[in-house]
């Protein structure tokens, strides 16, 4: 069955039905022609998938091995790794620990973070120079960090130790003693990451319409009411963004406390990524450390999803 197109070669319609459309089989090949834009994606995606998606695919697979570094055999265990971790304490206490050193230091850095902020956010001379100041610290990695301040912090030959004798007090052993380990390691990495956390708080509050306060003021709004009804919904992406990049930072914590503590005293200090690090490559079972891997994985994705669900923001905010 044929139809005549008006200035066309006829179209052919099979069984009887309603004629194509015009153009109607090239927009179905347009549909199915090569994007270009895969091209321009290709490299990072081959880099993505070489160096995340690889890497988590393994460790899943070693996860449900009982893989050994050096065995012959590799035996099957299936979700057994994941059963020992629910009866091992030691993991139990690393959770802990990495859980209490992410919600001190995410909170007082975003609080610490933020009053700074307005009170840098004028944009004079000395402004600057303390914002250069505080800022230092970020730049310099966690591993020299945790090596200056063990020494600092060192009783016997550490400045912070010299200045406590001369005042004729006893020195503290803030690394040594496990109720004040903790707490120690917690201030170093709030102080290494308030420069940070003060930049893109800086850098939010600079974007705030400046009308919006005009408004209110005018509208006899105090500053409180400014900071809770203007200022916080308004950087809310900024918040959203300082408080996933310092929530992973902090859950994935190790370079400082393996330099400072290595983990101690007596387990005070032992993050997530210490155990894992210790079963992994010191006691070589690769498998349950990937199965520690897998865990923590797991909990970051839980939190950085309730984050953006708690600060979520459209337009009409």
Request: charged share 10%; glycine share 8%; no cysteine.
């Amino acid at each position: 069955m044929t139809h005549q197109l008006t200035g066309g070669a006829p179209l052919a319609v099979r069984g009887g039905g309603a004629p194509l459309p015009p153009g109607g089989a090239a927009r179905r090949r347009r549909r199915h022609r090569f994007q270009p834009a895969w091209l321009f994606m290709a490299p990072s995606l081959l880099i993505f998938s070489v160096f995340v998606f690889y890497p988590i695919g393994s460790s899943i697979y070693y996860s449900l091995f009982d893989w050994t570094i050096g065995a012959s055999t590799q035996k099957w265990l299936g979700g057994a790794h994941y059963a020992k971790l629910l009866q091992d304490h030691q993991f139990w206490n690393s959770l802990r620990v990495t859980l209490v050193f992410s919600v001190v230091s995410v909170v007082v850095l975003l609080v610490l973070g933020f009053v700074t902020a307005l009170v840098l956010l004028p944009n004079s001379r000395a402004n600057r120079v303390v914002r250069s100041i505080l800022l230092f610290p970020t730049i310099v990695s966690f591993v020299t960090i945790g090596m200056v301040w063990k020494f600092l912090l060192d009783p016997d030959i550490g400045l912070v130790g010299g200045l406590t004798k001369a005042l004729g007090l006893t020195p503290v052993s803030w690394l040594q003693t496990p109720s004040l380990a903790l707490p120690t390691v917690i201030v170093v990495a709030i102080w290494r990451s308030t420069g940070f956390t003060i930049v893109l708080f800086i850098a939010g509050l600079q974007n705030v319409p400046p009308e919006l306060y005009e408004a209110a003021r005018l509208d006899g709004a105090n500053g409180r009411q400014l900071i809770r009804h203007i200022t916080l919904p308004q950087i809310r992406p900024t918040m959203l963004f300082a408080t996933t990049i310092l929530t992973i930072q902090s859950l994935q914590v190790f370079d400082l406390v393996f330099v400072m503590t290595g983990g101690g005293p007596l387990y005070a200090t032992d993050s997530l990524v210490n155990l894992l690090y210790r079963y992994g490559f010191v006691n070589f079972q690769t498998g349950y450390a990937s199965a520690i891997a897998q865990v923590l994985l797991l909990i970051i994705m839980i939190v950085s999803l309730i984050q953006l669900r708690v600060f979520r923001f459209n337009d009409v905010d």
